[in-house]
């Protein structure tokens, strides 16, 4: 059990450092502009980031697995290091980080080293949603703008209720966001760790059951919970009052429109919705929070008129679809060959 | 979040409340303008002394409204906006006090050559401080309209200075005044009357902006 946790702990500070950047990404604003408090936003965020992660994690892990399936703990450990590491030195340079990206890069490393192959289709699917998240969510930021802009003109609503109103459509969003981020980005955390679990299905007072994934998923959730306790509160007063300022109802639709694209990307149950009616449907891919949230912002600024837009940060997000993958590939070989040569683990 | 939305009720009660003191303040003014002006001193009094009730009644709103927005943290994108603008509103009513007690204590002499015109003014000033209110209120509820809404503003303070010049030419230039004094006398009052125009007219500048930060 103790060797179990010792190799989760790269998985776990993976999830710490997503819980401490992402969860900024939903309630950034919420909690910059004093509309939400940091304890009620880290409360919510913590019991819905393990809600997601528990109830609707498995799909994006799924597609994930197809990546490349890591049978071995050592190989596992070494890949979520590998992200952990891009992503603390990407930050670290002040680079575009995403955690989705750091981990697909570090998986492909795998494949390289262990001689697997990559899955060209599985590649594709994840790139071409990595590109498509951001652009569908400016798309979904850009109607619902229209949409509230319609009812707040038509509903004569005093200042003051407005404003308890969108708090509670802030934490009702943010609760959204959290469960999305939960489902969405617990593969990234505790994916590469589904193959070579050692957790035994149990039931839980006959109640109900947990699967061994799902128990690998909770204390994936548990690690994110801890990141936004321990670290989330300084990032959220930069997202919220210094990279992009919002109002609270336009921070509400960017949250809600990235939410919808996370959960677009993450629900198996929507999935088979959409498939059982004969609708396109959404590959259950992790794509990146950060990257949703701002395209989010940008479809505000275009339904405001396009004025004021950043255009550089979209060439930024470009360059972490690529570079992201890229380095974190690098350090996930050279890091496997090191644990395989130098400790003896077997690692594929 | 109770307790918050039972303090948001408050608050717009308050807020309502100060708006309603601030439009039967402007409508004592004229009453008790016009009570003066047809020498009823008595009445005069009695509005004078409901002005000076409604305007303490009005301080203690104020305060309360600014205590519970920053105690709660309410509205913080429009907090400033919104005190900003209790601020300049709660200026209207101490004009209209401000004016009553330099009345009470200067007794100007207005001759009757005069007396029309300054029932213009004080008319027209309470106007625009009438027309103002309603588009304090779409800030709060619709401020699309506030724009609309303030034109007449503009519009009545516009008449305040014509009639307030009026007073001026003809204050200096009748022969029915004999001391230099009393020609400044009357001078004087129509710039205090003509001030809760101009007030509203600052509100409105104001409002202006607010209303524009406001549009979603």
Not at chain 1, 15 to 33: R, Y
Not at chain 1, 107 to 113: A, E, H, Q
Not at chain 2, 5 to 11: D, H, R, S
Not at chain 2, 46 to 71: A, G, H, P, V
Request: net charge neutral.
């Amino acid at each position: 059990m103790l060797a179990t946790l010792l190799f989760l702990s790269s998985g776990l500070f993976l999830g710490w450092s997503l819980g401490a950047n992402d969860a900024a990404n939903v309630w950034g604003t919420a909690v910059g502009t004093n509309m939400v408090k940091f304890k009620s936003a880290a409360i919510v965020c913590s019991i819905f980031v393990i809600l997601g992660a528990i109830i609707s994690g498995s799909g994006a892990s799924h597609t994930l697995g197809k990546l490349g399936t890591i049978s071995t703990l050592p190989g596992a450990f070494t890949v979520a290091l590998a992200a952990a590491l891009s992503v603390y030195m990407m930050t670290k340079a002040a680079l575009p980080v995403s955690t989705s990206q750091a981990i697909v890069g570090a998986i492909i490393g795998w494949n390289l080293f262990s001689g697997t192959g990559v899955n060209m289709q599985s590649l594709t699917k994840i790139l071409g949603s990595w590109v498509f998240s951001p652009i569908l969510s400016a798309g979904f930021a850009f109607v619902l703008y229209f949409v509230v802009k319609f009812f707040l003109r038509r509903i004569r609503f005093h200042l003051i209720r407005l404003d308890f109103t969108t708090r509670f459509l802030l934490l009702a969003a943010g609760a959204f966001g959290s469960y999305t981020l939960g489902a969405n980005n617990i593969a990234n955390v505790m994916g590469v760790f589904i193959p070579s679990s050692v957790f035994q299905d149990i039931s839980i007072g006959g109640l109900f059951n947990l699967s061994g994934v799902q128990q690998l998923f909770a204390i994936g959730g548990v690690a994110i919970a801890v990141g936004v306790f321990t670290y989330s509160k300084r990032v959220m007063m930069t997202v919220g009052s210094e990279i992009y300022r919002l109002n609270p109802i336009t921070a509400f639709i960017v949250v809600l429109s990235s939410s919808i694209v996370l959960f677009l990307f993450a629900s198996q149950g929507l999935k088979d919705l959409l498939v059982s009616h004969n609708l396109p449907s959404f590959p259950l891919v992790p794509v990146s929070s950060s990257q949703s949230i701002v395209g989010g912002v940008i479809g505000i600024g275009l339904a405001k008129g396009g004025k004021n837009i950043n255009f550089s940060i979209l060439g930024r997000i470009s360059m972490g679809w690529i570079m992201t993958p890229l380095i974190s590939a690098i350090i996930s070989f050279i890091s496997l060959f090191i644990v395989q040569n130098v400790f003896s683990q077997i690692v594929s | 979040m109770i307790s918050i939305f039972k303090k948001a009720k408050g608050i717009e009660a308050n807020i309502e409340k100060f708006l309603k003191n601030i439009e039967l303040s402007a409508s004592l003014f004229e009453q008790g303008l016009k009570e003066y002006f047809n020498g009823r001193m008595e009445q005069f009094d009695d509005r004078c002394s409901q002005i000076q009730k409604l305007e303490s009644e009005s301080d203690s709103l104020r305060f309360d409204i600014k205590f519970t927005l920053y105690s709660d943290l309410l509205i913080p994108d429009a907090r400033g906006d919104v005190l900003g603008l209790i601020e300049t509103l709660d200026n209207v009513i101490d004009i209209t006090e401000k004016v009553f007690i330099q009345i009470s204590i200067e007794k100007p002499v207005i001759l009757p050559f005069l007396r029309d015109d300054f029932i213009s003014l004080s008319e027209a000033s309470v106007k625009a401080v009438h027309k103002l209110i309603p588009a304090v209120r779409a800030f709060f509820e619709k401020p699309q309209n506030v724009t609309d809404l303030l034109t007449q503003v503009h519009f009545w303070e516009h008449e305040a200075d014509t009639a307030e010049i009026r007073i001026k030419t003809k204050a200096f230039n009748s022969e029915e005044i004999e001391q230099f004094s009393r020609r400044v006398h009357m001078r004087y009052f129509a710039e205090k009357i003509s001030m809760l125009a101009d007030e509203a007219e600052a509100v409105a500048e104001r409002l202006e902006v607010y209303a524009i930060k406001r549009a979603f």
